[in-house]
C-alpha cells in the first residue's frame, strides 16, 4: 500500500508541478505586460519584470487549488488510459482507501500552500510593490505612503509616514473623552518610534479644553506611550494581500480593540484559509472524475473539465467573498461556502463510482 501511495502521489505532484509552470508562465507574462502601461520614472522594463518575477510566488499560492484539480485529472487519468487504476480496483482496493490515497497528495500540496502563503508569497509582495512605488515616484530614500489614521482607545492619531526608520513626519493627537467630546488637539512638528516603542515628539504643543477654559502645553521633547508600535503601523501601510497569516491576526485584534471594522482583513483571513484547505479536496475530486464521465476522455476533455471547475470555483469564491462585504455577512461563513460546496459535490461523485 506505501508503494502504490507513493506512486500516485508521485503522478499527481510531478503533473501539478508541470501545470503550476504552465499556468505562472502565462500568470508572469500578464503581469509583466500589464506593468508597461505604467513605467514612468526610474520604473523601467528591467524593473517591471522583476516586479512580474517577484509576484509568482503570490500568484501562485492563488492558483495552487486549480493545479492542483487540473494536476490531478492529468495525473490520474494518465493511470487511467494504461488500465493502472483498474487493475488496482480488482486487486481489491476501494474507492474510499484510493481517496485516502490521492488524498495524501493533497495534503502535501495544502503544507506547500500554506508555506508559501505564509512566508514567502507575501513579503515578495509588499517588496515588489514598495519597489514600484520608489521606482515610479523617485523616492528611494523614504518610504511610499499616504496620510494615516490610527485609532488606540481615545487617542486617534493623524501621520504622514516619511520613512522605514520610524519618522512619521508631522503628527496630529486627537485626545476624547468617555462621552466622545473632545478633550485636547495636539500637534508635532516631527515624530517617531525608539527602540523603546516610545513615541519621541519634537515641538510638540497640545491644547487642552477644560470646563473653565482652554490650556495650552508646549514642549521641545515630548515622550508619549501609545499601544500603536512600529509593527502594527507598518502593517496599516500594507494591503492585506500582502500581510501573511500572523500578520492579519494581529491587525484583527487590534481593530476588534478599538472597535473598528475588521471585516475586510477577517475576510482576507479566511480565504487564505479556504484556499489553503481547499487543495486537499482537488485530488479526490479529480479520482471521482476519472473514475466517473471522464473514465473514457482524452487528456483534452479533462483539461477541459479541469480548466471549468478551477475557474468556477475561483470566480465564485472571490464572488462570494466580496458579496459577503457588501451585505456585511460573516467572513468565517461566506469563505467556506465554495470550499463546502465543492465537498459536496466530491462526495457525491465519489458514492456514484462503481
Given at each position: 500500500m506505501r508503494l502504490l501511495s507513493s506512486y500516485l502521489m508521485r503522478s499527481i505532484l510531478m503533473s501539478t508541478a508541470l501545470v503550476m509552470l504552465v499556468l505562472l508562465a502565462l500568470a508572469g507574462l500578464i503581469e509583466f505586460i500589464s506593468q508597461l502601461d505604467d513605467t514612468q520614472g526610474n520604473y523601467g522594463v528591467p524593473q517591471a519584470f522583476l516586479f512580474a518575477l517577484l509576484r509568482l510566488p503570490q500568484l501562485s499560492f492563488e492558483m495552487l487549488p486549480i493545479a492542483a484539480l487540473i494536476g490531478s485529472l492529468l495525473g490520474l487519468g494518465d493511470l487511467a488510459n494504461h488500465s493502472e487504476l483498474v487493475v488496482m480496483r480488482t486487486a481489491g482496493l476501494s474507492v474510499a482507501r484510493l481517496a485516502g490515497m490521492v488524498a495524501i497528495s493533497g495534503v502535501v500540496l495544502m503544507i506547500l500552500t500554506g508555506v508559501i502563503g505564509e512566508f514567502i508569497?507575501?513579503?515578495?509582495?509588499?517588496?515588489?510593490?514598495?519597489?514600484?512605488?520608489?521606482?515610479?515616484?523617485?523616492?528611494?530614500?523614504?518610504?511610499?505612503?499616504?496620510?494615516?489614521?490610527?485609532?488606540?482607545?481615545?487617542?486617534?492619531?493623524?501621520?504622514?509616514?516619511?520613512?522605514?526608520?520610524f519618522e512619521f513626519g508631522a503628527l496630529y493627537v486627537f485626545r476624547f473623552n468617555e462621552d466622545n467630546s473632545l478633550k485636547s488637539i495636539a500637534r508635532a512638528e516631527n515624530s517617531g518610534i525608539d527602540d523603546s516603542d516610545n513615541w519621541i515628539l519634537e515641538n510638540f504643543r497640545e491644547t487642552r479644553f477644560r470646563d473653565d477654559g482652554v490650556q495650552v502645553v508646549e514642549s521641545s521633547i515630548a515622550v508619549e506611550s501609545f499601544d500603536v508600535n512600529g509593527e502594527l503601523l507598518?502593517?496599516?501601510?500594507?494591503?492585506?494581500?500582502?500581510?501573511?497569516?500572523?500578520?492579519?491576526?494581529?491587525?484583527?485584534?487590534?481593530?476588534?480593540?478599538?472597535?473598528?471594522?475588521?471585516?475586510?482583513?477577517?475576510?482576507?483571513?479566511?480565504?487564505?484559509?479556504?484556499?489553503?484547505?481547499?487543495?486537499?479536496?482537488?485530488?479526490?475530486?479529480?479520482?471521482?472524475?476519472?473514475?466517473?464521465s471522464l473514465r473514457s476522455s482524452g487528456s483534452g476533455s479533462r483539461l477541459l473539465v479541469g480548466v471549468l471547475i478551477g475557474l468556477a470555483y475561483f470566480l465564485g469564491s472571490e464572488m462570494i467573498a466580496n458579496s459577503g462585504q457588501v451585505f456585511d455577512l460573516n467572513p468565517a461563513v461566506v469563505t467556506w461556502l465554495p470550499s463546502i460546496a465543492l465537498l459536496m459535490v466530491t462526495v457525491f461523485a465519489l458514492s456514484r463510482v462503481r
Open positions: 508569497g507575501p513579503p515578495l509582495d509588499y517588496f515588489a510593490r514598495t519597489m514600484r512605488d520608489e521606482g515610479r515616484y523617485e523616492q528611494e530614500e523614504r518610504d511610499i505612503g499616504t496620510a494615516a489614521w490610527v485609532k488606540d482607545g481615545p487617542v486617534i492619531l493623524h501621520l504622514e509616514r516619511i520613512n522605514s526608520e507598518g502593517i496599516t501601510l500594507v494591503k492585506p494581500v500582502s500581510l501573511s497569516a500572523r500578520g492579519l491576526m494581529s491587525y484583527i485584534s487590534y481593530l476588534r480593540k478599538n472597535e473598528l471594522s475588521a471585516e475586510r482583513y477577517e475576510t482576507e483571513l479566511w480565504s487564505r484559509i479556504s484556499r489553503t484547505v481547499t487543495v486537499v479536496i482537488m485530488p479526490v475530486l479529480a479520482l471521482a472524475f476519472v473514475f466517473g
